[in-house]
């Protein structure tokens, strides 16, 4: 039941501020701090995000192969590789490393 | 219609085909992490058809697996998806759609129909960039998902095939094009001391929403450090024009 309050919450309040992005008259969200913020909040989360998944399990912080499987989506990044293709690396990195006992 | 506006319209539809395809495509990997973590097939396929945005649905999952607060876990999940409210705003004002067709475009309003809008010279092509990208990525995002959830049911053991990398993975796919200057990277920076730092000391999901502070923080300490030095604003601005 929990999963799916959190589903119907997460569905109620994305679409509501895509359509609310379409609705409102221009320039109510076009002031510089509002931008700027708009556009540094999803590096936070990103940021935080990607390291909690990558190091930690539950409230622990761990070191495994996801880390080996983070780097090669690093490299993958850095050599212009497509988003599939990142995602790939890090997937297919990560199970050798397990398959080699990591 | 004349020849060369029929090229165009082809061109079109090919950048988007082939935009809607590759991360189309992608939304197995979220198949696979949401049954992965627990999600049945019917709430995995319901994160795809109501939610449609990546960042959002792998982040609500893991937080979900974390057997975090189901109110936290969707915060962190809407505060991903607040950049769509901007993209709205400049698709508006490219797109020009009539007032009701709105509420039926919103729920394309994402990263990749907004990249792909973006990149065409006329009103004509922006409206076939969306529309065939949002479709392409709808449909392929949906049928990927469900194929990934009945994928992981039967593979088992996932973390084996290495598979719960896709979710960190894809965030840092879409994290990695935004560290443009120093403010990103000072703000992913802070973020990831605060999100790893403060994981066992607060409740699942709280440390990610604590996380999202550091962008106001560094906006801050900007703000003071231009205010401080004598000119520091025009020296700042030519900076940012070499960093891009």
Do not use: H
Not at chain 1, 43 to 51: E, F, G, P, Q, R
Not at chain 1, 83 to 99: D, K, S
Request: include cysteine; aromatic fraction near 6%.
């Amino acid at each position: 039941m929990n999963i799916w309050i959190a589903i119907a919450v997460t569905a109620v309040g994305c679409y509501a501020v895509k359509l609310l992005g379409l609705l409102v008259p221009v320039g109510v969200l076009e002031k510089p701090l509002v931008k700027k913020m708009a556009a540094l909040l999803p590096v936070a989360l990103l940021a935080a995000l990607t390291a909690q998944q990558t190091f930690a399990e539950g409230q622990e912080l761990i070191l495994d192969a996801k880390a080996a499987g983070l780097l090669a989506a690093a490299v993958a990044f850095v050599l212009r590789a497509p988003f599939l293709l990142i995602i790939g690396a890090a997937v297919i990195v990560t199970a050798g490393v397990r398959a080699i006992g990591g | 219609m004349t020849p060369a506006a029929a090229k165009a319209d082809s061109a079109v539809v090919r950048d988007a085909l082939g935009v809607g395809f590759a991360v189309g495509l992608s939304g197995f990997a979220f198949g696979v992490t949401s049954a992965s973590n627990g999600l049945s097939l019917l709430q995995t396929c319901a994160l795809s058809l109501l939610v449609f945005t990546g960042a959002s649905q792998f982040a609500l999952v893991g937080a979900l697996a974390g057997g975090g607060n189901p109110l936290t876990a969707a915060a962190g999940a809407f505060f991903l998806g607040v950049r769509n409210a901007f993209y709205g705003l400049r698709l508006s004002q490219l797109l020009q759609l009539p007032r009701w067709v709105r509420p039926f475009a919103a729920q394309w309003v994402i990263d990749e129909t907004t990249a792909v809008t973006l990149a065409q010279p006329t009103r004509r092509a922006r409206r076939i960039g969306f529309v065939v990208t949002g479709l392409t990525l709808y449909v392929l995002w949906n049928l990927t998902t469900l194929l990934g959830a009945v994928g992981a049911e039967a593979i088992g053991d996932t973390d084996a095939w290495g598979l719960d990398a896709a979710g960190p993975a894809t965030f840092l796919a879409l994290l990695a094009p935004m560290l443009r200057t120093a403010t990103e990277r000072a703000v992913a920076a802070l973020a990831v001391v605060l999100g790893l730092g403060l994981l066992p000391v607060l409740p699942n999901g709280v440390p990610v929403l604590v996380a999202a502070l550091a962008a106001p923080l560094v906006l801050f300490v900007q703000g003071r450090r231009k205010d401080d030095v004598p000119g520091g604003s025009a020296s700042r601005n030519s900076q940012e024009g070499t960093d891009r």
